[in-house]
């Protein structure tokens, strides 16, 4: 059983910073590309960014491209995203996630999950 934890979430104003780090359990780590999604009050799931296997290919949603940094480190079985210039509207839960295999964009593709960790950013 793969289990997720992530950590690093909190409180900060319009233009800070939090790095989210995802621990994974398991010896199949770098097998696997991972994602982060989030999830606000009253609103959907929705995908942030997913990195590939060996690092090699990153895709973010529209609306954090150029402020958020996906990474992972599989020597230490961690995976994790760098926010600046936070906005309100990043405020949710962020989820990392494993991948069935590949990198993908869609909840679907992905089978374990994160318990979430809390973002919220005040104006």
């Known amino acids: 059983q793969v289990q997720l934890v992530e950590s690093g979430g909190g409180l900060v104003q319009a233009g800070g910073s939090l790095r989210l780090s995802c621990a994974a359990s398991?010896?199949?780590?770098?097998?696997?590309?991972m994602g982060w999604f989030r999830q606000a009050p009253g609103k959907e799931r929705e995908f942030v960014s997913t990195?590939?296997?060996?690092?090699?290919?990153?895709y973010y949603t529209d609306s954090v491209k150029g402020r958020f940094t996906i990474s992972r480190d599989n020597a230490k079985n961690t995976v994790y995203l760098q926010m600046n210039s936070l906005k309100p509207e990043d405020t949710a839960v962020y989820y990392c996630?494993?991948?069935?295999?590949?990198?993908?964009?869609?909840?679907?593709?992905?089978?374990?999950w994160g318990q979430g960790t809390q973002v919220t950013v005040s104006s």
């Open positions: 990195i590939s296997r060996s690092s090699s290919s990153t």
């Open positions: 996630a494993r991948s069935r295999g590949a990198v993908a964009t869609t909840p679907q593709e992905y089978n374990y």
């Open positions: 398991g010896r199949t780590f770098s097998s696997y590309a």
